[in-house]
T-cell receptor
Framework: TQLLEQSPQFLSIQEGENLTVYCNSS?????LQWYRQEPGEGPVLLVT?????EVKKLKRLTFQFGDARKDSSLHITAAQTGDTGLYLC???????????FGAGTTVTVRA | NAGVTQTPKFQVLKTGQSMTLQCAQD?????MSWYRQDPGMGLRLIHY???????DQGEVPNGYNVSRSTTEDFPLRLLSAAPSQTSVYFC??????????????FGPGTRLTVT
């Protein structure tokens, strides 16, 4: 059983559309990270959120950490084909190096 | 900086064979980890190390051994390969910061097939 549940598992949209990916848990995390992974490569860190209710923006990507620090969302505005990839969320608890990863959301942006 | 490097990129083993997956980092990070990635299951932690000479088990340690003799290197040994160990293996490094967020820097991965 995954500690972090991501939804949807797959998402296919047209270029220019918006999308949201969700990461939910019943556990409280001290911080939550989002990674993007392209085929044949390792995941690359996009952002870390640490404060309940925090919103961070990275160009067209908006990340939000839930008030209770149990969930997070990733919103992409006007998606581009370069946004295609596997998006993973990972949660950390205080004083524990071991991260818990979600199963990932595969995003495909069609031209 | 090369970051985190892994060798080999691809490997095919027969059941029962042993091998070592190599991982090295040049960022002087104290933490290093090994994960396996299987379809629909995300990344699962195999073993990790919080410094040279210190290792510990993760979520799925059975069938794997690790050692950490230097800060830079963290090899993963498969003792007797089984088809269930067919997967993509990622090595990652991290460093401690005041927020204890442990962001992971991943290598490019090793795709292992056990027949």
């Amino acid at each position: 059983t995954q500690l972090l549940e991501q939804s949807p598992q797959f998402l296919s949209i047209q270029e220019g559309e918006n999308l949201t990916v969700y990461c939910n848990s019943s556990s409280v995390f001290s911080s939550l990270q989002w990674y993007r992974q392209e085929p044949g490569e390792g995941p690359v860190l996009l952002v870390t959120v640490v404060t309940g209710g925090e919103v961070k923006k990275l160009k067209r990507l908006t990340f939000q950490f839930g008030d209770a620090r149990k969930d997070s969302s990733l919103h992409i505005t006007a998606a581009q084909t370069g946004d295609t990839g596997l998006y993973l969320c990972a949660g950390a608890t205080s004083n524990d190096y071991k991260l818990s990863f979600g199963a990932g959301t595969t995003v495909t942006v069609r031209a | 900086n090369a970051g985190v490097t892994q060798t080999p990129k691809f490997q095919v083993l027969k059941t029962g064979q042993s091998m070592t997956l190599q991982c090295a980092q040049d960022m002087n990070h104290e933490y290093m980890s090994w994960y396996r990635q299987d379809p629909g299951m995300g990344l699962r932690l195999i073993h990790y190390s919080v410094g040279a000479g210190i290792t510990d088990q993760g979520e799925v340690p059975n069938g794997y051994n690790v050692s950490r003799s230097t800060t830079e290197d963290f090899p993963l040994r498969l003792l007797s390969a089984a088809p269930s160990q067919t997967s993509v293996y990622f090595c990652a490094s991290s460093y401690s910061n005041p927020g204890a967020t442990y962001e992971q820097y991943f290598g490019p991965g090793t795709r292992l097939t056990v027949t």
